[in-house]
């Protein structure tokens, strides 16, 4: 268990690694609107999950 | 003699088309007609059975939206002949990368639980006990993705998506007034006026026909295929073919309950097809097979569609045309899935209808995510040449993320401030 852990963390940092750098280029406005983006879905998502558990009540 | 030479050239003509059409033919049919999943049918005959005709407009809507949308995917798979999960990595580095991804399985796992409940809930309806339903699915589907080929992999699956054309004979036997269709379906309104529950539906129809898995499930098709740049053209009449037929299902869908049960509240297809058994034991039965063939279809793909992104990150092998002893983690991935979702439903007062419609609005949030990065990726001429996107096809992207994220949040308002919109 704890070899298959460590050889999963080795893979995603090797993951990491190999995508470290973006090969498309995006400008800072739109990086920052990406970063806005998931950050409201997830918000979106939460207040789902929140009226989720109101009806499940 | 010249004229039957010319028709006898254009017939033959036209048959070598339609051969080459039909070796092309797949990703797209299968993975439009897929979408019409267990989740699907619920969503599409709770709208039937909750709004009448009234919202059969805004389904027609949809067959545009989806086609914009799957088409990217054909284009960006047979270019770059990887997956959209290793071309959002790629692209725009591993933190994005993760964060689509673990969106991905999440929404699919979640998605791949909703096609249980819909298979148990159709066969429950026979006397099937849950535990057998999931038990015999597993089976079925090992039986399927274990024979080593990706072609009869397809070929499965297609006649499974012609199962799905049973809804269509199943509205002309309840004998439906088709004035009434065009006089309250064709015109757009919307009935009630805006209200959470209307933003709700609109959120979860649009849910049932686009969604993440399909945009990761088709590139990897269109890759596994081996489809290359001279198809492109089929891929996309594939697509667009597979668009108008799960848009005609569902509207058909809503026909049934509409005509039947309009007014009643219904929670999921299956209470619908019991329904639809006291007042046609026929219409009924088509309902239950046609849910029962929709949870199959959708959950042999929606599987899939995580086991090929997670081969493309970890670089493990990852095609149908592999064996198990090829790529046993890509089998190992997909039947994990499959066995955790089932076992969900056998859990004793799980709330299975609210995690049904709950499971389509929370993938129709995320999408806009997604369906940002594949914007983008087809922006990059460096790498698409000339199947970059045009400026038109950009603007219908555009106009597609914002009309979901809008929808998302009025329904979030909605939940915020129940009494806003009454």
Known sequence: MRTSLKRLFRKVAEINQRYREPRIEMSRAVRVALEFLRIYLLFLVCLMVYKFILLLN | ?422
């Open chain 2, 1 to 422: 003699m010249n004229l039957f030479s010319k028709l006898y050239y254009k017939l033959r003509k036209m048959w070598k088309a339609i051969q080459l059409y039909l070796v092309i033919a797949g990703p797209g049919i299968v993975v439009m007609v897929a979408d019409n999943d267990a989740g699907g049918i619920t969503t599409y005959a709770a709208t039937g059975a909750k709004f009448g005709y009234h919202l059969i407009w805004f389904l027609a809507l949809l067959i545009p939206v989806a086609y914009y949308v799957q088409e990217m995917t054909v284009r960006l798979g047979a270019v770059t002949k990887r997956g959209l999960a290793e071309a959002i990595f790629d692209g725009f580095g591993a933190t994005w990368g993760w964060y689509a991804l673990i969106d991905l399985m999440l929404v699919n796992w979640l998605t791949l639980v909703t096609e249980f409940i819909g298979m148990t809930a159709a066969l429950h309806i026979f006397g099937v006990p849950p535990w057998l339903t999931v038990t015999g699915v597993v089976t079925l589907m090992a039986i399927i993705v274990l024979n080593g080929r990706y072609w009869t992999w397809e070929k499965i699956a297609l006649l499974f998506c012609a199962l799905n054309l049973i809804y269509i004979p199943a509205a002309f036997m309840i004998h439906p007034s088709l004035a009434d269709i065009i006089k309250g379906g064709l015109i757009p309104n919307f009935p009630g006026g805006f209200n959470g529950q209307l933003f709700f539906f609109l959120m979860a129809n649009i849910g049932t026909t686009i969604a993440p898995w399909m945009l990761f499930f088709q590139q990897s098709a269109v890759v596994d295929k081996g489809m290359q740049e001279k198809d492109i053209p089929w891929g996309k009449f594939d697509t667009l073919l597979g668009s108008a037929l799960t848009v005609v299902v569902a509207i058909f869908i809503v026909i049934v309950t509409g005509t039947t049960l309009n007014g009643t509240d219904i929670e999921s297809a299956g209470q619908a097809a019991e329904h639809l058994m006291q007042t046609d034991r026929y219409v009924g039965t088509f309902m239950a097979i046609g849910l029962f063939d929709a949870g199959l279809l959708g959950a042999i793909c929606i599987s899939l569609a995580s086991s090929w992104a997670f081969g493309e990150i970890f670089g493990w092998a990852h095609s149908l045309n592999q064996n198990i002893k090829q790529a046993p983690w890509f089998y190992a991935s997909y039947f994990f899935a499959l066995i955790t979702a089932g076992l969900v439903v056998l859990i004793p007062g799980a709330p299975l209808v609210l995690i049904t419609l709950f499971v389509q609005v929370i993938a129709v949030t995320l999408l806009p995510a997604a369906l940002v990065f594949l914007i983008l990726l087809l922006n990059d001429r460096h790498t698409m040449g000339d199947y970059c996107n045009s400026v038109w096809q950009n603007l219908t992207g555009g106009f597609i993320v914002a009309a979901i994220v809008i929808l998302s949040s009025l329904y979030g308002i909605s939940v915020m401030f129940p009494n806003l919109f009454e």
